[in-house]
Nanobody, 118 residues
């Protein structure tokens, strides 16, 4: 089991930056994939960024070049640096952890709101 707690959301203007943080309740060294997803009102939850435990990255085109995910295994933290924010980035952002094994496990945080005004 792992509990995830996000922080760092808020209200910013277009073009500004935010850094989201995700604190895990235990070591993330063995967690295969850490990621960020987001969900805007009336839309499905979508991938924002993932990072594996061997530092492979995935970003959708919508955030590539603007967002950067990182993980600090020593601090059990995952971060999402968001630059050049756009109004369409407005959503609730969720931290996610995937542990692969005999039975795969997926964990979610409670989410943090990011609002970008034009």
């Amino acid at each position: 089991q792992v509990q995830l707690v996000e922080s760092g959301g808020g209200l910013v203007q277009a073009g500004e930056s935010l850094r989201l943080s995700c604190a895990a309740s235990r070591s993330i060294f063995s967690i295969n994939v850490m990621g960020w997803y987001r969900q805007a009102p009336g839309k499905q939850r979508e991938l924002v960024a993932t990072i594996t435990n061997v530092s492979n990255f995935v970003y959708p085109d919508s955030v590539k070049g603007r967002f950067t995910i990182s993980r600090d295994n020593a601090k059990n933290m995952v971060y999402l640096q968001m630059n050049s924010l756009k109004p369409e980035d407005t959503a609730v952002y969720y931290c996610n952890a995937k542990v692969y094994g005999l039975r795969d496990s997926v964990y979610w945080g409670q989410g943090t709101q990011v609002t970008v005004s034009s």
